[in-house]
């Protein structure tokens, strides 16, 4: 079945100015059952008392969050819906690294998910010994552990990094996207898919590479402009 997607031409443009580096992207009406979220346009993330503490303490700060609805063409059913965050962190002090240097870029998101997801799993041990049940790697936490773990590629003249995430209860990994703002920040783009019932798919693998083709779809409206002084800069 034909899936329909929002309208990105019709969509509102999203202009964030993020200390000298521009973030624009066009982001479909909100369509879930809570409050979208849409940060302030002129941002300075160089505030670091604006940030929340995510799980342990990461900062985070919130710039969108969002969902909508696709569609199947011809049909009263909901094929599925995305919920999107997107948000800007940085290093710790303490944490020597340079974002607009590919391999310590990479480096430190390795790092990001091992401090988020380490003491996730450190706690599913621990409760899996109290009640005698076996540790199986493949059914605890999920996210990258080495460099071979993340989805590498060039956009906007940077590096992304890409990675799936998540927890195999749950059913699926979910996409997680990060890309250095300058030396010290970076944005984190989290996609979490829903819906798309089995039931309505020839197979699993047909519902992931539909989901993937969602996301390039999303990404392909989301651009990211640099100052020539950063640009020159990246390595």
């Known amino acids: ?7 990105y031409q019709h969509s509102p443009l999203i202009v964030y100015d993020l200390n000298g580096t521009e973030l624009i992207l066009r982001l479909p009406q909100h369509d879930g059952t809570y409050e979208p979220t849409l940060a302030a346009s002129n941002v300075d993330i160089f505030d670091h008392s604006i940030y929340r503490e995510g799980y342990q303490p990461i900062p985070y700060l919130i710039l969108i969050q969002n969902s909508w609805t696709y569609r199947f063409a011809n049909s009263p059913i909901d094929a599925g819906h995305l919920i999107l ?4 962190t ?7 690294t340079d974002f607009l240097n590919k391999a310590s870029f990479s480096q430190w998101v390795l790092t990001r998910f091992q401090e988020n997801y380490g003491p996730l799993i450190e706690e599913e041990i621990l409760e899996l010994k ?5 540790i199986i790697e493949e059914k605890m936490w999920q996210y990258p552990k080495a460099p071979g773990d ?8 940077i590096h992304w990094c890409m990675a799936k995430t998540g927890h195999p209860s749950m059913g699926k990994l979910d996409p997680v996207l990060l890309v250095p703002i300058n030396k010290t920040h970076a944005l984190e783009i989290s996609t979490t898919f829903g819906g798309f019932n089995p039931e309505y798919f020839d197979s699993i693998d047909t519902i992931e590479e539909i989901k993937e083709t969602l996301l390039q779809e999303f990404l392909e409206h989301v651009h990211i402009n640099y100052s020539p002084e950063t640009l020159a800069k990246i390595s």
């Not at 079945?1 to 309208?7: A, D, F, K, R, Y």
């Not at 993340?150 to 003249?157: A, I, N, R, T």
């Open 130 to 134: 109290a009640n005698d049940l076996p």
């Open 1 to 7: 079945m034909e899936i329909l997607s929002p309208s």
């Open 90 to 96: 940085h290093y710790l002090e303490g944490q020597e």
């Open 85 to 88: 965050g997107i948000g800007v």
């Open 150 to 157: 993340l989805k590498e590629f060039s956009k906007c003249g």
